[in-house]
């Protein structure tokens, strides 16, 4: 190998994945010190997050640490097992008597945050077919100063099509051509469910926040779809949900919330021969909720992304899913807990109506006599 020309080192590098070139480079000095090219980074990038080819996200890349940490940063996944166990009636709310200032904290540092630093990389694979790339700078209405933004729940929209709409400019559909299998009847889908095996299994999302301030990236997709919805709203929809739990320690009484990146499609041609089927890309879009089942608003919003931007992460997807469904068997235990407590509110109300009743009757009996 001493014999060896660099070059060929670098041709032999530049043909691997990003895991694959992290452990080359562990193998011997040679191959460790041509790993620190940042080209080498870059293409391992452009292939994996196509979105990343742009020359306003190469300067973005560039001026936020490189190639080689921005992979670093976003090709693990988000992880977090420290989702608190606590009952509905354990859950802590801000007192009524705290003001606005210390009920968002301290506002010095929300005027260090704002919407504009935060950029969104967006991409779609389909059988590691990339269908849709975007790149969204800033958050749409968005600012600290917009009492519209701060209070509502945020939510950002990258697609967002309705039914009614005959044209969209920049579409995307997926096709037989693509991969998905003939369907000749919605009603023959609703049984087998090909369509949406095929569709779960094949779609993989990558939704990457920058913030060009902190100089700080993370990938807050799950890239496999964690759970979905099929025929709903309609029989024509399909429903998947990506995302991640992140910490939100004092920032919201529960402490975490979860990252929820909605994509919808829907079939169309679905009836007939089957040979047109096609579902088209009707909605994509990323909410923060909390264990309750609320929307955090626009302005803990921005605290809880900048936490995101340096919490733990881990390359084991199957740590992804254990920390959702923890998430979930700790949100679903509050909400049934939540709802045996009003269903004994209801009762009590219930029984202390008869009661009232009952002492009237036995009033107006002996009053008249």
Request: proline residues 4%; glycine residues 6%.
């Amino acid at each position: 190998m001493n014999n060896l020309n660099s070059d060929v080192f670098y041709d032999i590098l530049r043909r691997l994945d990003g895991a694959t070139l992290a452990s080359a480079a562990c193998a011997c000095t040679a191959f460790k010190a041509i790993s620190k090219e940042e080209r080498l980074w870059e293409d391992v990038c452009s292939s994996l997050w196509p979105s990343t080819k742009r020359d306003d996200v190469k300067n973005l890349i560039s001026s936020t640490g490189g190639f080689k940490k921005f992979y670093a940063d976003c090709f693990p996944f988000i992880v977090n097992k420290n989702v608190p166990e606590f009952s509905w009636k354990d859950y802590p709310e801000y007192p009524e008597e705290w003001t606005e200032a210390d009920y968002y904290g301290d506002y010095e540092e929300l005027e260090s945050l704002s919407p504009s630093d935060f950029v969104s990389i967006v991409d779609i694979k389909y059988k590691e077919k990339t269908i849709c790339s975007k790149v969204l700078w800033g958050m749409p209405n968005a600012s600290v100063h917009n009492g519209w933004f701060s209070d509502c729940p945020f939510r950002i929209d990258l697609f967002s099509y309705s039914s009614r709409d005959d044209d969209h400019a920049g579409e995307v559909t997926l096709s037989v051509s693509d991969g998905l299998p003939p369907v000749t009847s919605i009603e023959r889908e609703r049984k087998d469910g090909k369509l949406w095996q095929e569709l779960r299994d094949g779609i993989r999302l990558s939704w990457i926040i920058v913030n060009s301030k902190f100089k700080q990236a993370a990938n807050l997709s799950s890239w496999c779809a964690v759970d979905g919805q099929r025929h709903w709203p309609t029989s024509q929809d399909f429903v998947l949900h990506f995302g991640s739990v992140v910490p939100a320690k004092d920032i919201i009484p529960c402490q975490v919330v979860k990252c929820i990146i909605t994509m919808k499609f829907q079939a169309t041609h679905i009836e007939g021969s089957g040979t047109h089927t096609t579902l088209n890309l009707t909605e994509l879009c990323m909410q923060l909720g909390d264990v309750e089942g609320g929307h955090v608003n626009g302005r803990n919003s921005l605290f809880v992304l900048k936490e995101a931007l340096s919490c733990d992460r881990s390359k084991d997807y199957g740590l992804v899913l254990e920390s959702c469904r923890l998430y979930s068997r700790v949100q679903n235990e509050i909400k049934e807990e939540k709802t045996r407590h009003e269903n004994r509110l209801e009762k009590f109300y219930i029984l202390g109506g008869i009661a009232a009743c009952v002492l009237l009757c036995f009033y107006f009996k002996y009053d008249i006599i």
